[in-house]
């Protein structure tokens, strides 16, 4: 067994018994672990795993998190609603939920966990029978914290729910698991930023999974600001499923980390079901970005639109797939990919491999993958206006990511991240 | 006969006003310029005075446009001889920013679409990066405003236009006003309108002619591009020279330019061939 995986082992037996066997989950979490010893991390050639360094990651040694005070000055920009977690554990004292509308629910999965409700948390018993899902099943077996958010029929949340998740150096280096769900009831309306920060420099390992469930109707703007340490490891999961005419927008600004996976999974279930998705991808240093998207087109008149952004320089590598599976019976999809990246030095590296399956007849689907320099007409259009070059590049740079906001259509949000992406430098 | 105001090889136009009253704005001399393989300005030389207007006129292939370029420092061309002074600095040594700090303002043939970046935020970025680099004070978010709003009052352009990313998914006629409107703002001290008037009705083209004539002043130098005479209808020049195979080789009064409608280019080939061969 790999270092790693042995150390997950360790941690699971520390988990106190109440933690483990809480709202009825003993036995799913067991399970969970023995699948994910069993079966091993995924193979070195393991297709959705390849661009993901994981023979470096087999030798990490991790302890269970334990929590930090983290100084609440670097909540100064996020305001209320907001959840906060701190090394993975949910702090309280920084957390406050006022403003939310009647028919929200905003909980922490720990007192959850507390209150044991078996019905409250069945959802995470939830099996994952692919035997690479090694980090999803090690989640399923060690997540005790994370954000419950479930809204009611009908109701409309105006001001965003903010979940912060912030990392904070402590003896040695911590793995926490966190599990979310968001669940929209029929016709609900919310938006909800998540924030990965880094209180200090650490190398911990955040494997947070997400669960996204839209009832007919509803509307959920999700965006993921992922600024963390520059030497973390980060894997995020999103698994989210749409039922008839919901409509899921989401973003992900991949901005800090050593290593950042993402996987999102959605499956279009519902008839005219839309997702539309944008991500901004900003590989620096020895950063490694891997973010793996996969639609699947079940009902008729579902529509896709996933428009990624990639800049990779200096010695980081990124690496984008984006899989769309139109199955049989899903006439009337819409499908649209398209992965543009600037590749701004020879020792970067990128990867981008879009795919579509059709297996419906009547369907519309494009997609295209791009990788080049800057535009050196529009370079020189700035600099004859009297910007210096450097300054010239960063306004290009900044632009070609920017685009990806247009995504959520909201301005308001739209305008509260254009600072994020208007903050990035020269390279 | 054709009025011939200066020969081919005299270089520069002699100049009516007493040079020193007026001193020269923009100095080239004999000005080769290579692209790749190919020269393309062979010989160039023009003098141009404050307050002044002149239009270079010419075929197509003639040089035109790599005038322009290499004169706002564009990359991709070697100058292999020659000299160009701006208000005696060496401007081929300047970066294409030092170059628009000190008051050089190319109006792109065709203005380059910039999404993702404000129209309003670029122009003030440029505006504030120019009167740095001099030394001047930039304008806040509300001085700007207001600087701008008079500029678009002046050029009767809506205010729509500031909130759209540059040039993206504009018009022609409104890429062509655009630029127009940066001049405004950015009030260079020589300004090079290179084929303005390309691609334009009619109205788009009085529009783009008004904007320009309000800003001639006893200050500003412009040297407008044109391969049609219809623009010099509403622009008027004080001088036109015939710019072919890399080279000014005939300069005159503004009716030089009414003679090359009717006459068309052939006859400047004509002429050339001879020296060619």
Known sequence: MSALLDSFAQQYAALPEPLRAAGGLAESRSKALAAALRDDLPAARAERWRYFPLRPMAQRVFRAATGASVDAALLSDIPAPRLVFVNGWCDRSLSDLSGLAEGVRVESLGRLLHQAHPRDVAWLGRIFAEADETFARLNAALAVEGAVIQLEENVQQTTPVHLVSIGASEAGDAAWHLRHLIELRHGASLSVIEHQLAADAHAHFDNTLCHVHLKPGAVLRHVRQQNASEHASLLYRTDAVLAAGAEYRRVDLELGAAVSRHECNASLQGEAASMISGGAMLADGKRLLDTRLQLEHIALDTRCDLRWRGLATERAKLSFFGGIHIRQGADGTDAQLSNRNLLLADTAEVNTQPVLVIDADEVKAAHGATVGQLDAQALFYLQSRGIPKPDARALLMQAFLIEVLDVLDDADLTASLAPVLSAIKSY | ?277
């Not at chain 2, 010419?58 to 002074?85: Q, W």
């Not at chain 2, 090079?192 to 009705?201: N, P, Y």
Request: proline share 6%; aromatic share 6%; hydrophobic share 40%.
């Open chain 2, 1 to 277: 006969m054709l009025p011939i105001i200066s020969s081919p090889h005299s270089g520069s136009v002699p100049h009516p006003c007493d040079p020193l009253k007026t001193p020269t704005m923009l100095k080239i001399e004999n000005l080769h310029v290579r692209a790749g393989e190919r020269d393309i300005l062979k010989g160039l030389s023009l003098t141009l005075e404050p307050g002044k207007l002149h239009a270079i006129m010419g075929p197509n292939g003639a040089g035109k446009s790599t005038l322009g370029h290499v004169l706002a420092g564009r990359e991709g061309y070697e100058v292999t001889a020659g000299t160009v002074e701006f208000n005696g600095q060496n401007l081929l040594t300047m970066e294409p920013e030092e170059r628009a700090a000190a008051g050089v303002f190319l109006a792109f043939q065709y203005p380059v679409e910039i999404p993702g970046v404000n129209n309003t935020y670029f122009l003030r970025t440029a505006l504030n990066a120019q009167r740095k680099a001099r030394g001047e004070e930039e304008l806040d978010a509300i001085q700007f405003l207001k600087l701008v709003r008079q500029k678009l009052q002046v050029l009767s352009l809506k205010e729509e236009l500031l909130h759209r990313a540059v040039n993206s998914g504009f018009s022609g006629g409104e890429k062509k006003r655009n630029e127009i409107f940066q001049m405004a703002v950015l009030e260079p001290k020589l300004a090079i309108l290179d084929e303005t008037d390309s691609g334009l009705d009619i109205d788009a083209l009085k529009a783009v002619a008004d904007g320009v004539n309000a800003q001639r002043s006893p200050e500003r130098a412009f040297l407008v591009i044109t391969h049609y005479q219809r623009l010099l209808d509403y622009i008027v020049p004080d001088v036109v020279h015939v710019l072919a195979d890399g080279r000014i080789v005939e300069s005159g009064g503004p009716e030089l330019a009414l003679q090359l409608e009717s006459h068309g280019y052939a006859w400047v080939k004509e002429r050339l061939s001879p020296e060619i061969a």
